[in-house]
């Protein structure tokens, strides 16, 4: 996201929106050989919540994790989204009435934890930058209503139909916001547009496209819970690249990385 947006030296090439719009688009063009034959497969219920999991889980966070982006750092972005488990817990237990066990719940809460230690270790900077960082939790928000809608209404679908069918609702919409929004005179126009252009290539693919149809599979292999937690493996992630990028590496980030790796442990282990 965030070189799709700047390069590399920091200046600006796409819009937020628009590497949002590119790349629901994108990801959306890209599973059409399967998800256009597999629409005349679906039931009449499976439309509504395909939509949300296409709008809700995977559109709308597009648009609030790339503006957000153009305000915070890309480790503080991947360690907010480890609040994406809580959201599924409590919306798994006040939306879908689901019984959730005291390993399950210890599980998360250690999680959420490790993640709180490396957003302390981080610091936000600004009030504007914690403004912006509501973005991202609403984002966590909507993760976890659509993977509770996964598990709860569409089991019955392949991971992979559920994947392509629900970015055709969200790429759609985006396809023409894209070809009307300045888009094709940045990669005219802009030196590095090209090059920014193949980093969002890259997150349709791998960011969206592939990684929806993993986290979709996992769920139904096994719950929203345990899916969504390994969202709290993320923050380390974030660190590992924010070290890639010269950013230092403390002792902290080390031990919360281990709380977060023993909340997922917990989370995934059998009674």
């Given at each position: 996201?965030?070189?799709?947006?700047?390069?590399?030296?920091?200046?600006?090439?796409?819009?937020?929106?628009?590497?949002?719009?590119?790349?629901?688009?994108?990801?959306?063009?890209?599973?059409?050989?399967?998800?256009?034959?597999?629409?005349?497969?679906?039931?009449?219920?499976?439309?509504?919540?395909?939509?949300?999991?296409?709008?809700?889980?995977?559109?709308?966070?597009?648009?609030?994790?790339?503006?957000?982006?153009?305000?915070?750092?890309?480790?503080?972005?991947?360690?907010?989204?480890?609040?994406?488990?809580?959201?599924?817990?409590?919306?798994?237990?006040?939306?879908?009435?689901?019984?959730?066990?005291?390993?399950?719940?210890?599980?998360?809460?250690?999680?959420?934890?490790?993640?709180?230690?490396?957003?302390?270790?981080?610091?936000?900077?600004?009030?504007?930058?914690?403004?912006?960082?509501?973005?991202?939790?609403?984002?966590?928000?909507?993760?976890?209503?659509?993977?509770?809608?996964?598990?709860?209404?569409?089991?019955?679908?392949?991971?992979?139909?559920?994947?392509?069918?629900?970015?055709?609702?969200?790429?759609?919409?985006?396809?023409?916001?894209?070809?009307n929004n300045g888009t094709l005179e940045v990669l005219q126009q802009h030196p590095n547009g090209w090059s920014s252009f193949g980093y969002i290539c890259l997150l349709a693919a791998a960011g969206t496209a592939?990684?929806?149809?993993?986290?979709?599979?996992?769920?139904?292999?096994?719950?929203?819970?345990?899916?969504?937690?390994?969202?709290?493996?993320?923050?380390?992630?974030?660190?590992?690249?924010?070290?890639?990028?010269?950013?230092?590496?403390?002792?902290?980030?080390?031990?919360?990385?281990?709380?977060?790796?023993?909340?997922?442990?917990?989370?995934?282990?059998?009674?």
């Amino acid at each position: 996201m965030k070189r799709g947006l700047y390069t590399i030296d920091g200046h600006p090439v796409f819009e937020a929106n628009q590497v949002a719009a590119i790349r629901l688009s994108l990801a959306a063009l890209l599973l059409s050989p399967i998800s256009i034959p597999a629409l005349r497969h679906l039931k009449k219920e499976d439309w509504k919540w395909l939509a949300v999991v296409g709008l809700v889980g995977s559109g709308l966070p597009a648009f609030l994790f790339t503006n957000s982006q153009k305000h915070l750092d890309s480790s503080i972005a991947g360690i907010l989204n480890a609040l994406t488990p809580l959201f599924t817990l409590l919306i798994a237990i006040f939306i879908f009435k689901k019984n959730i066990s005291k390993k399950q719940f210890a599980g998360v809460s250690i999680g959420l934890l490790g993640a709180i230690g490396l957003v302390s270790l981080k610091g936000f900077g600004d009030t504007e930058n914690w403004m912006f960082s509501l973005l991202i939790v609403l984002a966590t928000f909507s993760y976890g209503l659509s993977v509770n809608t996964v598990a709860n209404k569409l089991t019955h679908l392949k991971s992979l139909h559920i994947t392509s069918i629900s970015l055709l609702f969200a790429g759609v919409p985006c396809a023409f916001y894209t070809l009307n929004n300045g888009t094709l005179e940045v990669l005219q126009q802009h030196p590095n547009g090209w090059s920014s252009f193949g980093y969002i290539c890259l997150l349709a693919a791998a960011g969206t496209a592939m990684a929806n149809m993993l986290y979709f599979w996992l769920t139904q292999q096994t719950s929203a819970i345990l899916a969504s937690s390994v969202t709290y493996l993320m923050p380390v992630v974030a660190v590992l690249w924010g070290v890639y990028d010269h950013e230092p590496l403390q002792w902290g980030h080390i031990l919360f990385s281990g709380v977060i790796l023993s909340g997922v442990w917990l989370v995934n282990k059998k009674d």
